[in-house]
């Protein structure tokens, strides 16, 4: 099994559709990180959990909302999303936050039509 | 606002070359900074982590240095084989975020 597995890995939707993605760490780990990864640009940090609780909300729409009902699963509701926000949308954990290595899943490649 | 800046952006070198890949970062007040690589369509895999009172770390054939009052990282790769052909991310942590530069692509040809 994986340390940090992500679902689906592949996701098309039309803007008015509700999805969402989901993220499954084994690691024992109690910091969760969603991340947001567009063509020719950095990775972007979207929204950290430590403990279950939301610490970081890095300025990102409100069609974006994430769930994180334990330590090791976390979700990304995604509703009337934009073109804009097709990209690879990766899930990390880390032991905790502050100075600990963050393990990374595969990713979900979404495309909104 | 931390800045992290990657260079160069892509590179081809021939089997068996030794290489460096530079990464800066206009903050230097962090916890630390990892080196991350990433095959096409992946996720990343964490190489090296060097925490910010630290001079560098190494793994096999990859040395990574910090200087953090310069604001610089460097990435070594020795002896370079085509399997190393991935984008290398440089990432520095401050508090509970990864502030990434825009990576490296890399090409090892056999």
């Known amino acids: 099994e994986t340390g940090v597995t992500q679902t689906p890995r592949h996701l098309v939707m039309g803007m008015t559709n509700k999805k969402s993605l989901k993220c499954e760490q084994h690691?024992?780990?109690?910091?969760m990180y969603w991340y947001k990864q567009s063509a020719k640009k950095p990775l972007e940090l979207m929204f950290v959990y430590n403990f279950k609780e939301q610490t970081e909300n890095n300025s990102v729409p409100s069609r974006f909302s994430p769930e994180c009902p334990n330590s090791s699963h976390l979700f990304l509701h995604l509703h009337t999303l934009q073109p804009e926000d097709s990209a690879l949308y990766l899930c990390?954990?880390?032991?905790?936050?502050?100075?600990?290595?963050?393990?990374f899943g595969p990713g979900t490649r979404l495309l909104v039509l | 606002k931390q800045e992290v800046t990657q260079i160069p952006a892509a590179l081809s070198v021939p089997e068996g070359e030794n290489l460096v890949l530079n990464c800066s970062f206009t903050?230097?007040?962090?916890?630390?900074l990892q080196w991350f690589r990433q095959d096409p369509g992946k996720g990343l895999t964490s190489l090296l982590l060097?925490?910010?009172?630290?001079r560098e770390q190494t793994s096999g054939r990859l040395n990574a240095s910090l200087d953090k009052s310069s604001g610089r990282s460097t990435l070594y790769i020795a002896a370079s084989q085509p399997g190393d052909s991935a984008t290398y991310l440089c990432a520095v942590s401050q508090g509970n975020k990864l502030v990434f530069g825009a990576g490296t692509i890399l090409r090892v040809k056999s």
């Open positions: 903050d230097s007040a962090i916890y630390n």
């Open positions: 690691l024992g780990h109690n910091a």
């Open positions: 990390a954990s880390s032991l905790m936050v502050d100075q600990e290595t963050q393990y």
């Open positions: 060097i925490q910010s009172s630290q």
